[in-house]
DNA sequence: CGAGGGTTTGAAGTGCATCAAATAGTGTGG
DNA sequence: CCACACTATTTGATGCACTTCAAACCCTCG
């Protein structure tokens, strides 16, 4: 089933993912022989809320929302994933039920690997159960923060905190930055409307002197960033690891 | 240092938090003779944001407060817990770095355990790190929910939404349950300020028919609730395990 | 009884959403 | 290369939700 060339590449994502990073090539490639690449169009869904899941996913290229609907058919946007993220993985200790739904946002290409062998190779190998550990305990501080930025952040804050972890850390001044994605998608990452998100934008732009045309995003000086950002979060820039 | 009645009561302890139930005797026991009771008067600080993580904590008795605070000086309520509830534990895959403050809103009985016991024994005890993984999913959850609620419902719908959970979950109609702590506490719990809280109170009474006096809410009927607060969510009632 | 915190109420302001409409941008077929 | 359709984005006007500040009311505990 598996190409010899595909599985190179496989075995080379791996490396990037932590969930599979450091482990022994033996478990690598009992992952890597049940993996299949699949193409996946802008738009599609990838699987629904309370779905049983056989699989979880490695982002190859493309980008991923994980989002929840209401009753009243408003979504809210857990989270937004690119190349090397992993997404499903927390299905296994979810009674095998997805928490969230899934969709491409943009034509994207996948790793699909059965949570059966997540499952199985987590009890046997001490490392993947650790890595396992480190994955949920970061998203578990993300999370946090989410929740904290909801709480206590305005609209503007909320954007220049993201725009904020766009920026190469160790680069101070004279940053030019891309949107990830488009500013609709963008808006419901943040919590917020399109038109909330355009007129924050707005704000930002004026309280913190940086140029916008498009997705491209023009910092002269970080600091008028952080100084308009930070003040309403209680960690301090720039932010290790959201 | 560990008396032999209080020991008991800590191995009592242990089977109902679920980090802890199905151990074999002898890793509780390890946990146990490490254990050390305190007492926590309301108000006082148990550790704080950022400080090395050298215990957590199992909660016998009182209500403690998880939170963080910003530089301006508000607080982001993570969490409020009480009874056979553990906090702390998390900062073993966190560096070794608290991520929250923790402070007793009542008086309050805790059982501090070494975080390198934790950390050595889920090396050594695959139950140990089973119940490590279903603890944290279970947390996940919560504040997957959570984000959810601060999207997409009002302050009202937050407060039935509370108050559904707060009853049995058997029980339909002629419920009577107390809030179980105090309105300004439980208004920064569901991310508002109290005054909010009261007013939204009053809408919530005045759409569902429930009637409060004090700390005493009486629930008539639970579908009227529900039909309120659950609209606005991706759950329908009774939410499993928030 | 009086002090102090918890809780409610009132008045006014802010932030964000909503609805509607204009504008910019992108891809299509001609 | 243009006209068109369609989507993304912005802007304007208005309304609702929540906060803020101030003051009153309660309750409880010394």
Redesign the pocket.
């Known amino acids: 089933m598996v190409l010899w060339a595909e599985k190179e590449e496989i075995l080379g994502l791996f490396k990037e993912t932590p969930l599979f990073s450091g482990l022994t090539i033996e478990t690598q490639k009992i992952f890597a022989n049940t993996a299949v690449t699949c193409s996946i169009p802008k738009g599609q869904v990838i699987y629904m809320e309370e779905n049983h899941a056989d699989f979880f996913y490695i982002i190859k290229k493309g980008w991923v929302k994980l989002f929840r609907e209401t009753f009243d058919g408003t979504e809210a946007v857990i989270d937004i994933l690119s190349s090397s993220h992993i997404f499903g993985e927390f299905s296994i200790f979810d009674n095998g039920i997805y928490s969230s739904s899934a969709q491409a946002v943009e034509d994207s290409i996948l790793i699909s690997l059965p949570t059966s062998i997540l499952k199985e190779q987590i009890e046997k190998d001490p490392k993947l159960a650790f890595n396992m550990f480190a994955v949920m305990s970061r998203y578990q501080r993300q999370q946090d923060k989410k929740i904290e930025h909801l709480t206590l952040q ?3 804050q909320r954007i220049g905190c993201f725009l904020l972890r766009l920026c190469p850390q160790n680069q101070k001044t004279d940053i030019v930055i891309q949107l990830p994605y ?3 998608l963008l808006a419901s990452r943040l919590g ?11 704000i930002l732009r004026d309280k913190t002197g940086i140029r916008i045309s ?1 997705a491209r995003v023009e910092i002269d000086s970080i600091s008028q960033l952080t100084d308009f950002s930070c003040k309403g979060c209680s960690s301090s820039y720039p932010c290790e690891d959201i």
């Open positions: 305005t609209t503007s488009d500013k609709i917020m409307k399109p038109e909330s998100f355009s007129r924050s934008l707005n498009g």
